[in-house]
């Protein structure tokens, strides 16, 4: 039975996870207390880039299942679960900042009571939190709603960025932690048409959903790191990474994703997940030494990649190179922690004169960097005498390029591919000089 739902933040997660419950029939009220932001919503202007999320907006807008409003008031009255889908943002410590999640708790709280609902309400963690944050939610709601029913429910997200839409709409598994028989009911009801396929919902307790968030993401960004450390090795003795993973990803123990070698995972999730279980684990005494090591590795496989651009070119004081790539991965136009900012960062301190072209980050590029930067207006147009060609990005209209067209344009074919798209081979019988990922260096023109 469709429900009316509250979404309470409009950023990544909540926009993905209102607009897909309101798909599947549910009225949904997205909460924000940014003015600008909910009026451009309002109109089907989309804040944030992601493959079929503005048609879904925009169809569920006109069908009068999809609204946005500045008012919390008006959505904790109208609506039994309210999902928090908040920022929690990392520390200088990396500890999670906790203030939206808790401030949104006390002000729904108040409001409950203010307003003698007495309909239980049903709160829900969607943030990535961490452990024991449902009992701080939960303390939170006693404190200002003391005698008024709030249910706590931990409901992490595990949406990829690029396919987030295809993640919500099938699943692989939902995690829901709860004690609480009702909310259980609440939210199996609620994700029943995400689930017509057989995939499961796994019902568990708060602490574990929410541990299970952050042990995901930290041991994917693990098998990213492991890979980055062994083509280091692959390189030092001459074997190539992309067989390597051809080789153990064919085991069903292991399978094939996220064994890509590349520059280092970034994004809103692996840096900030990686950081806050890493505070967690060791003030409670029980420190992951493994996942320090795979935040160390993916800090050091981007400066080796750095180290090698400056190793082949000397002095970059001046000299023009050309970045293909600024998302933390394609099909997105988040920067968050992106692996090319990293680069840039380096580059610019040596003096480096850098171009820059990405499908859907440039925007976003140009607010952080201004006019430290060149911004071109397709790929091609920023290799015009470049020394060199960095792919930060794998985006797949980069992955078959008009070679001949670029080997006239640049100053000197030489290219650092961050996320080995190209053949080594076959590129260096195309006249270029071709550095990768964990194989070995191609027609050298040293």
Known sequence: M????????????GLVTGTCFAESGNTVICVDVNVDKVNKLKLGIMPIYEPGLEHLLERNISNGRLHFTNDLEYATKSCEILFLCLPTPPGEDGSADLNYVLDAAKDISVFIKS???????????????????SERVRAVCQQYAPGFTIEIVSNPEFLREGFAVEDFMKPDR??????????????KDLYEPFLRSGNPM???????????????????????SFMNELSGYCEAIGADIENVRIGIGSDTRIGKRFLFAGIGYGGSCFPKDVKALLYSTDLVGTPLGIIHAVEAANTFQTDRFILNIINRLGNLKGIKIAVWGLAFKPNTDDVREAPAYR???????????????????MPN???????????????????????????ATEWNEFRKPDFALMKHKMAMPIIFDGRNLYEPNAIAELGFEYHSIGRKIVGSLQ
């Open 115 to 133: 307003n003698n609902i007495k309909e239980p309400r049903i709160l829900v963690n969607k943030s990535t939190v961490p452990v024991a944050t």
């Open 174 to 187: 939902v995690v829901v932690g709860t004690s609480n028989a009702y909310a259980e009911k609440a939210m």
């Open 2 to 13: 469709a429900q009316t739902i509250g979404i309470i933040g409009t950023g990544y997660v």
């Open 365 to 391: 590029t140009k607010h952080i960097y201004a006019d430290t930067l060149h911004y071109g207006s397709n790929s091609y147009e920023i290799l015009t005498d470049a020394a060199v060609l960095i792919i």
């Open 343 to 361: 680069i840039i960062d380096s580059l610019l301190k040596q003096e480096a004169n850098i171009h820059v072209y990405d499908p859907e980050a």
């Open 202 to 224: 796994y019902v568990m307790d708060e602490k574990s959903a929410e541990i299970t968030k952050y042990a995901a993401n930290c041991f994917l960004a693990m098998r990213i």
